[in-house]
Nanobody, 115 residues
Framework: QVQLVESGGGLVQPGGSLRLSCKPS????????MSWHRQAPGKQRELVAS???????QYADSVKGRFTISRDNAKITVYLQMNSLKPDDTAVYYC?????????WGQGTQVTVSS
């Protein structure tokens, strides 16, 4: 059974940092486009960042310069380094792996930015 397991969420003060991790269950994910999405209460889910198998990256305008997505194919893990966090970054963050007709999601990890 394919699984994506996120970790690293939590409570952080404005201006702080967190690093999220996403661990897929199979090595085939090194060929997938991996993405982070987030959903805040009462809002639609939005794409935060994505990275291709050749390390091309894309970011939402709201996180450019603050968030960095990366992948370690040896560890089959995808990371989202989040710096200069703002209260508006508060959301459940989801990891997604996609390739062709295949589309897998993790269960989400809560990030709360509050003083």
């Amino acid at each position: 059974q394919v699984q994506l397991v996120e970790s690293g969420g939590g409570l952080v003060q404005p201006g702080g940092s967190l690093r999220l991790s996403c661990k897929p269950s199979g090595s085939i994910f090194r060929f997938f486009v991996m993405s982070w999405h987030r959903q805040a209460p009462g809002k639609q889910r939005e794409l935060v960042a994505s990275i291709t198998s050749t390390d091309n990256t894309q970011y939402a305008d709201s996180v450019k310069g603050r968030f960095t997505i990366s992948r370690d194919n040896a560890k089959i893990t995808v990371y989202l380094q989040m710096n200069s966090l703002k209260p508006d970054d508060t959301a459940v963050y989801y990891c997604q792996g996609s390739m062709g007709p295949y589309d897998y999601w993790g269960q989400g990890t809560q990030v709360t930015v509050s003083s």
